[in-house]
């Protein structure tokens, strides 16, 4: 069965830095999405893209966030100064019409 | 704002009993509801879903139920088992839109 893969697993970075998270989406699917999940807490919504561009967004992405299919297959996100309340799990999703499929996520801390 | 409410937080039931957990969703356009399982460090994984056009849906051991006019869903563990314990997470859909997550039930299933 495919699944949706996500690298890094762990990333660990200084507040201030850039960090880029990628995502493998399922190949034939047209929906994607980032969500994050602090260490407790349920899963928020940031972003979906659908066609190329931004479908959706929610108040926690701002202007430090942006998010790019940039070769048709990865998915990524990027923070652009990481501050230390970006600490969370993020998740990629993806779906065709109903059924979201969620990446094994990647562990960000902000020291 | 959109919004899904989810009770219990906490749920502990002994082994063979049932366990329910019960939602409601603020927003009346939303067409798709999931339901995921997080066991500890991983990804949400979905368990079942029901649309909008249904009342109820069964899945072996695994029920859920929609009131579309009070907003009301609820997910059904008949038979419990150890491995149920996880946090289990309701969401609320409209298609192609965001997901909005409650905020959790931890299940505890006792041997």
């Known amino acids: 069965e495919p699944e949706v893969t996500q690298t890094p697993s762990h990333q660990v970075t200084q507040m201030g830095q850039e960090v880029i998270l990628r995502c493998v989406p399922i190949?034939?699917?047209?929906?994607f999405y980032w969500y994050r999940q602090i260490l407790g807490q349920k899963v928020e919504f940031l972003v979906s893209?659908?066609?190329?561009?931004?479908?959706?967004k929610s108040e926690i992405f701002d202007d430090q966030f942006s998010v790019e299919r940039p070769d048709g297959s990865n998915f990524t996100l990027k923070i652009r100064s990481t501050k230390l309340e970006d600490s969370a799990m993020y998740f990629c999703a993806c779906s065709g019409t109903d059924t979201q499929y969620f990446g094994p996520g990647t562990r960000l801390t902000v020291l | 704002g959109e919004n899904v409410e989810q009770h219990p937080s906490t749920l502990s039931v002994q082994e063979g009993d049932s366990a329910v957990i019960k939602c409601t969703y603020s927003d009346s356009a939303s067409n798709y509801f999931p339901w995921y399982k997080q066991e500890l460090g991983k990804r949400p994984q979905l368990i079942i879903d029901?649309?909008?056009?249904?009342g109820e849906k069964k899945d072996q051991r695994i029920a859920v139920t929609l009131n579309k006019t009070a907003k009301h869903f609820s997910l059904h563990i008949t038979e419990t088992q150890p491995e149920d314990s996880a946090v289990y997470f309701c969401a609320a859909r409209k298609e192609g839109f965001k997901t909005i997550f409650g905020a959790g039930t931890r299940l505890f299933v006792k041997a």
């Open positions: 893209f659908y066609n190329n561009e931004i479908s959706e």
């Open positions: 029901i649309r909008s056009n249904v």
């Open positions: 190949s034939n699917h047209l929906y």
